[in-house]
């Protein structure tokens, strides 16, 4: 889009027909050759103006991190299980979901036979997933049995969301830190109603996803900024809420799967829940077949100390 300068195009050609100088020549050729003459400057000027602006609008706009081919949730096989009839195995943490225990702040807490890192530690070595990653799913668990007890969102849950949406913040070859934060942004793809893919305006001016066209999905759990802004939460004490740091992102989703009361450890409460936060029946399945096995395989280890 060009910038407006106040004068036409007309007004630049007549500025230069004012400024050459009237010489004597037969009139067919001196008329073709001053209407050639013009029609270069003019193409000139343009040309000069319309880089000049170019740059300062690649300049001034947010810069979109690289695209990948990477899907964290191609090679995730979808459980042969019927959506509404059961929901995945629980998967307390650290001692059993009676005992009443409260989210880590700044550092983690002790938290009975066990602490949170400690429990993290063990379920990592049986399931695969980062133990980074695990204390912050169990984190958000822990935070909603104290604030929504009836909710009953379990941290597996989380951890196979976590899974499909960015490999545990490990999408695209970022290395999910001691901070809680991966080596680079996760931003997910252009919502520009491409095929299979939603259409979605900007709605943040490039503040979360670097894209002040359209929004992408940010961090983690993959929230849309729109999305983000409504449920912003602080899982890690530091009193700032960022998509991009898995504790504050995996407790957002807790507290959207958690929404309007829901129950998410019973099998509408928990097939609703899910299917809110992607609308594929495919998607579901995915996430319980991983909640499910990484509740089953942790179970060895729930009590250890």
């Known amino acids: 889009m060009r910038k407006r300068t106040g004068k036409t195009e007309d007004d630049r050609i007549d500025a230069v027909d004012q400024a050459a100088p009237a010489v004597p020549a037969p009139a067919s050729r001196s ?14 000027v343009l040309a000069v103006a319309g880089g000049g602006i170019w740059l300062v609008t690649r300049a001034s706009t947010p810069e979109a991190s690289p695209l990948t081919t990477e899907i ?24 059993g979901a009676d005992q009443q225990t409260t989210p880590q702040q700044a550092h983690p807490r002790s ?48 951890a196979g969301i976590g899974r ?24 997910g793809v ?15 001016g490039g503040r979360y996803d670097g894209d002040a066209g359209v929004d992408r999905a940010v961090g983690p759990m993959q929230f849309i900024p729109g999305t983000w802004r409504k449920w912003a939460s602080d899982g890690n004490g530091d009193g700032l809420g960022d998509p991009q740091q898995i504790d504050d992102a995996a407790l957002a989703a807790a507290r ?25 029946t495919e998607y579901a399945q995915k996430v319980f077949g991983l909640a499910d096995g990484y509740a089953k395989a942790a179970q060895s280890v729930r009590k250890q100390g």
């Open 72 to 95: 964290p949730a191609l090679q995730v096989k979808a459980a042969d299980v019927r959506p509404g009839s059961v929901a995945p195995a629980g998967g307390a943490v650290v001692g």
């Open 31 to 44: 008329a073709g050759v001053a209407v050639l003459t013009r029609l270069i400057v003019v193409l000139a």
């Open 111 to 158: 938290t009975g036979p066990a602490t949170l890192s400690q429990w993290a530690s063990q379920v990592a070595a049986v399931t695969t997933v980062p133990a980074r990653a695990l204390a912050a799913y169990g984190n958000a668990e822990l935070a909603m049995r104290a604030d929504q007890p009836k909710c009953r969102i379990s941290w597996a849950t989380l």
């Open 190 to 204: 252009p919502l520009d109603g491409s095929a299979g893919v939603q259409a979605i305006g900007d709605t943040d």
């Open 256 to 280: 959207y799967l958690c929404a309007g009361g829901r129950d998410m450890a019973s099998p509408s409460g928990w097939w609703a829940g899910i299917l809110s936060y992607n609308n594929s």
């Open 164 to 187: 499909i949406e960015s490999n545990h913040g490990q999408y695209a070859g970022a290395v999910l830190g001691a901070d809680g934060r991966p080596s680079k942004p996760i931003v």
